[in-house]
């Protein structure tokens, strides 16, 4: 399957920035849009890759509306670790999910996949042939957000290298005219100037949707509830508070792992932080 298509008409596009950078709540706005569908990680990278998480993607196409006989029945036929089969999926997903979400005309099918890195050679697949948006933000931000967590530290220092580990697989590719960089400052400061930016890039037309405060169906399936109200599926208001980041919002432990780490160093240089 080539770009621009899925089946026919509608662009495939990955949201591939790390972890904590606000990927969420830019499915949730991409997902807004009349044209576009956006999944907030299906998780078909898992189910289809090592070490074959299939019940992790099962519990999170059934947040996107799906039942059993259909997420079965998707995965039907698809090979484990050929990227090809893992895109197929999607254009074999699409029909479903245009009747499942209400949006009966997509121009835009979109997944949110923080760690897609984890498939073996999917990086180096779809980097040069969709459209790719990479969700930045201030790694001490990244660093508070993880250690708010109620998880142990283990847990905590995993979820730091996997941002770590999405930072080094794309790196080689920030510089592709196919992929925009988007901070999440930007998105919690001046949301449309930032939605305006990912529309375009996508190939859709302006719409401020994503402002309103209608009831989005299956709220739970975009994870997070910073970027929607799980009981009645309106939106969170957008939280510039949340870019701000002081000295004393990190413990010894997050000082330790930003101090020297020239991989991070780079990254604040590049994007601004």
């Avoid at 999607?90 to 760690?115: C, F, N, Q, W």
């Avoid at 190939?203 to 994870?223: I, K, V």
Wanted: with cysteine.
């Amino acid at each position: 399957m080539s770009e621009p298509d899925t089946r026919g008409k509608v662009r495939l596009v990955f949201i591939v920035g790390p972890l904590r950078t606000g990927s969420s709540l830019t499915s949730r706005c991409l997902d807004d849009h009349p044209r576009a569908i956006c999944l907030c990680e299906s998780e078909i990278s898992h189910a289809l890759f090592p070490p074959y998480k299939t019940r992790l993607h099962f519990d999170r196409m059934e947040a996107h509306g799906l039942g059993p006989r259909e997420i079965v029945g998707l995965l039907d036929g698809k090979r484990q670790g050929v990227v090809q089969d893992m895109v197929r999926w999607y254009a074999d997903a699409l029909p479903i999910l245009k009747h499942r979400l209400g949006t009966p005309e997509p121009l835009v099918l979109a997944d949110k996949s923080p760690d897609l890195d984890v498939a073996p050679g999917a990086v180096e697949a779809i980097a040069p042939r969709y459209h790719l948006v990479y969700t930045v933000r201030n790694p001490r931000a990244i660093l508070r957000s993880i250690w708010r967590d109620d998880t142990p530290e283990s847990e905590k220092l995993k979820r730091w290298a996997a941002f770590k580990r999405n930072v080094s697989s794309w790196a080689p590719h920030w510089d592709r005219p196919n992929l925009l960089v988007s901070r999440y400052e930007d998105l919690v400061r001046t949301p449309e100037a930032a939605m305006r930016a990912i529309y375009s890039h996508c190939g859709l037309e302006w719409s401020d949707r994503f402002m309103d405060g209608f009831e989005r169906l299956f709220p739970r399936r975009f994870l997070w509830t910073t970027a929607i109200d799980w009981e009645t599926g309106v939106r969170r208001a957008f939280d510039p508070a949340r870019a701000e980041v002081r000295d004393d919002d990190l413990g010894d432990v997050e000082r330790g792992l930003l101090e020297g780490d020239a991989q991070v160093a780079a990254f604040c240089e590049r994007f601004g932080y």
